[in-house]
């Protein structure tokens, strides 16, 4: 049965969303020939998350689907003025009437005022909404593609697919998950020749950087890493990006070699720290998308989620939890 967004979707349980969106069909339509449309959806993503207020924290274009792990940042939905929200809008949208004549400075009636700012509330909910953020990204796409194909009809898959990122592990893993999946394809070799993928554009930039770790030195439109845990930290991925670049090496290199094998102790301790077993890390970025349903992370977080949204049963397949055990 099709869940309704509001218990897939919850800012107030974890503002981390791992979604899938695929072609029709799961078609290769943006494969072979329309290699350039994976190009269209990179670009469509991380422009559109200049003017929401949501984070791209990883994604990869594949030829028949696309993955983006996404942050809703409520606190920079909370602090843009009413303003900055009417002209994040009409970047996407026409607004209204009272709008327009806001922006060319026109004096406002009370009832105008009373109606513009309802109008702001509005919107600033639909800036903090992956719902809409995902529909703008697949209205545009499906529609340069009609028009190229000359023809008309669903370009995606009716509704988008979306796991909420309970914790740190589950947050690691989808990452990881998201950025290998052009290696478990066999369309690249390594991370860093993943075309549209984040860790190409993480890679790229870490090379050319003489502290990679420092969030200002990673790339301005991927949310930054910020370090491990520790008081006043400041926001954003809470690992290293080196550790977890090193991370993602290896076990692209144990994947794409398609042999059982554990992750070095050498490396830096990542998968110590969030407690996850060598074993479990290769299954779960191979397989994270068949093992959770709608959230992902240890037992006691899907258990919580489950009881505020009030729901008894919980989806994912019964062996799944213990991959964080």
């Known amino acids: 049965m099709t869940q309704p967004r509001s218990t897939l979707i919850h800012p107030s349980i974890t503002p981390y969303y791992h979604c899938v969106s695929r072609c029709v069909r799961r078609a290769f339509l943006c494969g072979d020939a329309y290699k350039h449309r994976r190009e269209w959806v990179e670009t469509k993503l991380l422009d559109l998350a200049d003017i929401f207020c949501i984070d791209i924290a990883a994604y ?146 870490a090379k050319d950087s003489s502290t990679p770790n420092h969030k200002n030195q990673q790339p301005k439109k991927l949310m930054g890493f910020v370090g491990d845990p520790r008081k006043d930290m400041p926001k954003g991925l809470p690992f290293r990006l080196t550790d977890y670049l090193e991370l993602v090496e290896l076990t692209g290199k144990i994947i794409r070699n398609d042999k059982r094998g554990f992750i070095d102790r050498k490396l830096p301790p990542i998968l110590d720290r969030l407690g996850i077993h060598s074993d479990n890390w290769l299954v779960l970025t191979r397989e994270f998308e068949e093992n959770f349903n709608r959230w992902v992370g240890d037992t006691s977080a899907t258990i919580q989620t489950a009881e505020i949204l009030e729901i008894k049963q919980i989806r994912n397949k019964p062996d799944s939890l213990q991959l964080f055990a």
């Open 60 to 205: 990869a274009v594949m030829s028949n689907h696309y993955h983006v792990v996404l942050h809703i940042n409520e606190e920079k939905g909370a602090n843009i003025t009413s303003q900055e929200v009417i002209e994040r809008w009409h970047k996407l949208f026409k607004g209204n009437m009272v709008s327009q004549k806001f922006v060319r400075g026109h004096t406002l009636s009370k009832v105008e005022k009373i109606l513009l700012d309802k109008s702001v509330d509005e919107w600033r909910s639909r800036l903090m909404s992956i719902s809409w953020y995902m529909r703008l990204i697949n209205e545009s796409v499906a529609r340069k593609a009609n028009l190229e194909d000359k023809c008309s009809g669903r370009f995606w898959e009716g509704r988008f697919k979306s796991q909420a990122l309970l914790d740190e592990k589950a947050l690691a893993a989808c990452l990881a998950y998201v950025d290998l999946n052009p290696i478990r394809a066999n369309i690249a070799k390594t991370p860093e020749t993943s075309n549209h993928t984040s860790i190409k554009t993480r890679a790229k930039k």
